[in-house]
């Protein structure tokens, strides 16, 4: 049987084929062989001083280049320095293109031979951003941790002429180039830091993501390695630990939607509320504002208030008598006092009007209980919506509701009419596959026929053939109508916020 690793292998093809058959799903472009090997070293190599001196068992080698080439998962847990250093080498050997390619070899070979420090390093540069992203990469990645391992000297035993000795024959460059790099390595790759890799989360992983943003993150992972597995599938190597594999990535995601859908919720729901207060807020300062503006204009509708409150006490009274002015005067302090202490009170009085309450005609407010029965009123529209007045705070809820009902329940009617009518035809096929059966071949003929084609190997070829496609297709299958559920739950939603503009205030 071929095996996924004969087929498409990660060691012995170009660095771009191997980096998109085995990715590191955090973005990070390079091989997943390649990060674990340096990954370890970077945590049990730069205090030892067998790092990059000490062969590897060749036999271990080659049982873990298989398991990388067939992507059976990470194998840092079987490694140790030297086989680290081994593994990561014997990658970089089989590589059929130089690290720095063919075209620009040479030229940094020719800018490694400057004398001139600071033109060298800008040369260098210049070539570094011609070359193809995953070379720049994993140049990068391989000559900070080169770095490092100098860096840390006292416990390697390694420093740059040293280690240029054992590695530029591997990476294709001359003792002098590899120096040069190395020299000028952290202006070269300024942006480059090393980071552990954390592959995507598993069903044994304790828990998931628990912030929006690890969730987008892990998301990401997830959809990576998905798109990796389908592209396995899709070549034709379909194995019962792929299909799990499949399954659990998919569960994974869903959970992981979900989880984010929920924060995203919350976060609409506090960003409302925050706008409610920022309105109220502004509204109350307006009417304050509002307030104070009347205020000022007191004295002089004081001065007028005697005149009209007497002469609009004679037009609605009958019986007014000098007498009743006094009582008159001393309401209207009273009302000049409240002015003076209640400037909301005042901003009831618009322009030059004023409107003073006299003991004929008290002020009258609605009550809280009145408003709140007010703000409750419910309405039915002609097409059956019930609407709550647009100043209550959950008129668009409600609006929001209904659409989403009205939607699901058309969603539902058209799920039920075919599913209705894919029973129909399933009937229609057993009943003519009945008919057929019944007309074409008697019970001998088909025992005959069983037994004649179950002892051909051609026909037990075609059967595994068929239904090793049939699990393809059914996988397939599945996954678009999980694909297509998703599309239309979104597909609501639009509709749901594009009906809801019409209801905005």
Not at 171 to 176: E, I, T, V
């Amino acid at each position: 049987v071929l095996e996924l690793g004969d087929a498409q292998p990660i060691f012995g093809v170009s660095l771009g084929l191997a980096n998109e058959r085995s990715r590191c799903h955090d973005g990070v472009n390079l091989p997943l062989v390649v990060r674990d090997c340096i990954d370890y070293l970077q945590e049990h190599g730069l205090q030892s001083d067998q790092i990059y001196k000490v062969e590897a068992v060749k036999t271990k080698l080659q049982q873990l280049k298989r398991t990388y080439n067939n992507r059976e998962g990470s194998c840092v847990a079987e490694m140790d320095v030297p086989i680290a250093c081994g593994l990561l080498k014997m990658f970089l050997r089989e590589l059929p293109e130089p690290i720095l390619t063919t075209d620009l070899s040479s030229r940094f070979e020719e800018v490694a031979s400057h004398s001139q420090v600071s033109q060298q390093e800008q040369e260098l540069v210049s070539l570094v951003e011609q070359l193809p992203s995953c070379n720049r990469t994993l140049l990068s990645w391989m000559f900070m941790h080169v770095d490092a391992v100098t860096q840390n000297e006292d416990y390697t035993k390694m420093n740059a002429q040293n280690i240029a000795m054992l590695l530029s024959p591997t990476l294709q460059m001359s003792h002098r180039l590899f120096v040069a790099i190395l020299c000028h390595c952290s202006t070269l790759f300024a942006d480059t830091t090393l980071h552990k890799y954390v592959p995507p989360l598993t069903a044994t992983s304790p828990n998931l993501p628990e912030t929006p943003e690890e969730i987008s993150t892990e998301l990401r992972k997830q959809e990576s390695l998905l798109a990796q597995i389908h592209a396995e599938m899709n070549a034709g190597f379909v194995t019962k630990k792929r299909e799990e594999q499949l399954w659990e990535v998919q569960r994974i995601i869903t959970q992981l939607k979900r989880k984010l859908r929920t924060f995203e919720k919350k976060s609409d729901c506090l960003q409302k509320s925050l706008d409610d207060t920022v309105d109220g807020d502004i509204s109350i300062d307006l009417n304050l504002q509002k307030g104070k503006f009347s205020c000022s204009d007191d004295e002089s509708s004081i001065k007028t208030v005697t005149a009209i409150s007497t002469e609009s006490a004679a037009n609605t009274e009958t019986k007014n008598t000098p007498q009743e002015t006094p009582e008159q005067t001393a309401v209207i302090g009273e009302r000049k006092k409240s002015i003076a202490d209640s400037p909301t009170d005042v901003a009831g009085m618009s322009g030059g009007e004023t409107t003073v309450a006299t003991a004929a005609q008290p002020q009258q407010h609605a009550t809280p209980a009145e408003a709140a029965k007010v703000s409750d009123k419910v309405t039915v529209t002609d097409n059956g919506f019930l609407l709550l007045p647009q100043n209550h705070p959950e008129y668009l809820t409600l609006i929001r509701l209904q659409l989403e009902n009205q939607e699901l329940v058309n969603w539902k009617a058209q799920l039920q009419s075919r599913i209705q009518a894919e029973r129909n035809e399933i009937v229609k096929m057993k009943k003519l596959l009945i008919t057929d059966g019944g007309s074409t071949q008697g019970p001998g003929s088909i025992g005959l026929l069983d037994t004649s084609i179950a002892a051909s190997e051609e026909y037990e070829r075609l059967v595994a053939q068929y239904v090793k496609e049939n699990a393809l297709l059914e996988q397939k299958r599945q996954m678009l109508a999980k694909e297509i559920f998703e599309e239309n739950k979104n597909l609501i939603q639009m509709q749901v916020d594009l009906a809801l503009n019409r209801y905005r205030i």
